[in-house]
């Protein structure tokens, strides 16, 4: 006949417990007998098998009735400590250890029982402290180094972190410490540790995305911008966030500085993927673009930038050169005489002004506009040459059409100090001088067409012929 299992179970189950009541109870009369007979040595070790057994409340009590009869021993407050614990009274539990480490201040095994008790109730500076202590006395303890870095990390205090990773990597190696070694030293901003540490973490995970952040951030700043690029690009960028903007900022400023334009770019445009409206990074960009001849992207981030800062005249000014250079001269007028009206100084509003009024033929303008170029540009004429030469040139052309002669002869005279060989404006000079009867200097800048100028070409047979005139040259022989 076959007895049902359920049945069977639970008497032997009740059994089980009986029998072990009926021995834990002759094993606390065991523990009494002993301390009765001042065999403490039994009764502890009787303690301990009930410590050992997760009862607790058992051992203690055997225990402080050993402590109650006097009994100073540094073992007896550990498991008193220990019982304290697993019943979570921890005020108690660190009152014992405290007893014990008093008793023996080289103890590391006690030093890390109350350090991973404070841990535990989030007294997280008591907990390094003690790990510290432990340190102090074993500077090569792997447990304590690991411990007081990782306390560290989760407080944001990088730089204590990083030290104690670093010493602790020293000696072992614990999966994800790799990691938190390398962010540490990011926040400590030692990129070359950050960036080694994140390399020997990618080895053990390439895909790991803290890992690639770190990479790309650490080659960033150690101007690896090609390495960094690579790894942001295994980035999405919509996981960036604005603590990343920090990073990305100075990479953008770091290429500007090293001349590297589209890199720089490409760095703000992830900026502005986390914050559109990140308008620190508005002038980089709009110049940026302006010097990679993206005109009308430039225009946008200069409109951008001037609606925070709208007397702001570089933007102003730059922002017509975008225009000038899309051959819009009504918005290049437009925005250069803003910048005129801001700040009347600078040489190169007058001149590309100048340049715009002169490109729809509004050339008394462009005139006015070059004499008040000339105003500024004379102070300090080896700075201007260029600007000067054109625009002593360009006054003497309009002044050579509207017969001006002795205005041709002032403006001409200057340009031809900067270039000399100019065959177009000595030959207006010659011309100017001879209609102002000035016979000495029309012969000697006739002479000069004819040195410049090819022997089949209008100036050339115009200076001959005038020489002729003057009596100075024969009658040029037929061509053939």
């Not at 890992?211 to 960028?237: C, Q, T």
Request: proline fraction near 2%; charge should be positive.
């Amino acid at each position: 006949m076959k007895v049902p299992m359920k049945k069977t179970f639970i008497p032997l189950l009740l059994l089980f417990i009986f029998f072990g009541q009926t021995l834990a109870q002759d094993k606390v009369k065991t523990a009494e007998t002993a301390i009765k007979k001042k065999d403490y040595a039994t009764a502890m070790q009787i303690a301990k098998e009930f410590l050992d057994m997760d009862s607790a409340n058992t051992a203690l009590r055997i225990l402080i009735t050993i402590e109650s009869n006097n009994v100073v021993n540094k073992e007896i407050f550990e498991m008193i400590g220990d019982a304290y614990a697993k019943q979570k009274v921890v005020e108690l539990a660190l009152m014992n250890y405290d007893k014990v480490e008093a008793m023996d201040s080289l103890n590391k095994n006690i030093k890390f029982k109350i350090a991973e008790l404070l841990y535990k109730e989030k007294r997280y500076t008591d907990a390094v402290n003690k790990y510290l202590s432990v340190i102090a006395i074993d500077s090569t303890n792997t447990k304590a180094l690991y411990s007081a870095a990782n306390i560290f990390y989760l407080a944001k205090m990088y730089p204590e972190a990083a030290l104690f990773f670093d010493k602790y990597l020293t000696y072992e190696q614990l999966n994800g410490s790799y990691l938190k070694a390398a962010k540490s030293n990011l926040e400590s901003k030692n990129y070359q540790k950050a960036y080694d540490y994140a390399h020997l973490a990618s080895e053990k995970d390439k895909a790991e995305k803290d890992v690639v952040k770190v990479l790309a951030v650490a080659s960033a700043w150690l101007g690896k911008y090609d390495e960094s690029l690579s790894y942001y690009g295994k980035i999405d960028d919509t996981t960036l966030t604005k603590n990343d903007i920090r990073d990305l900022v100075n990479a953008g400023r770091s290429c500007e500085s090293s001349k590297k334009d589209s890199i720089a770019l490409i760095y703000y445009g992830k900026v502005l993927s986390i914050d559109s409206t990140y308008k620190d990074v508005f002038w980089s960009v709009a110049i940026l673009n302006y010097k990679l001849a993206n005109y009308d992207t430039s225009i946008q981030f200069f409109d951008k930038f001037l609606a925070e800062k709208p007397n702001f005249e570089p933007a102003i000014r730059f922002k017509a050169f975008a225009y000038l250079q899309k051959k819009d001269y009504e918005k290049t007028r437009e925005f250069l005489l803003q910048a005129v009206a801001l700040n009347d100084t600078l040489v190169d509003s007058y001149f590309w002004l100048a340049q715009s009024y002169k490109a729809v033929d509004s050339l008394g303008r462009s005139a006015e506009m070059m004499e008040k170029m000339i105003s500024i540009c004379e102070g300090s004429p080896s700075l201007y040459e260029k600007q000067l030469y054109d625009a002593y040139g360009f006054l003497g052309q309009m002044a050579f059409d509207k017969k001006n002669y002795s205005a041709v002869i002032t403006y001409l005279g200057k340009a031809l100090r900067y270039k000399p060989d100019n065959l177009s404006f000595t030959f207006m000079l010659a011309n100017a001088y001879n209609m102002m009867k000035d016979t000495e200097n029309a012969k000697k800048y006739f002479y000069k067409v004819l040195s410049l100028a090819s022997d089949r070409s209008m100036e050339y047979e115009n200076a001959y012929k005038n020489l002729r005139a003057m009596g100075e040259l024969p009658p040029k022989p037929p061509r053939k």
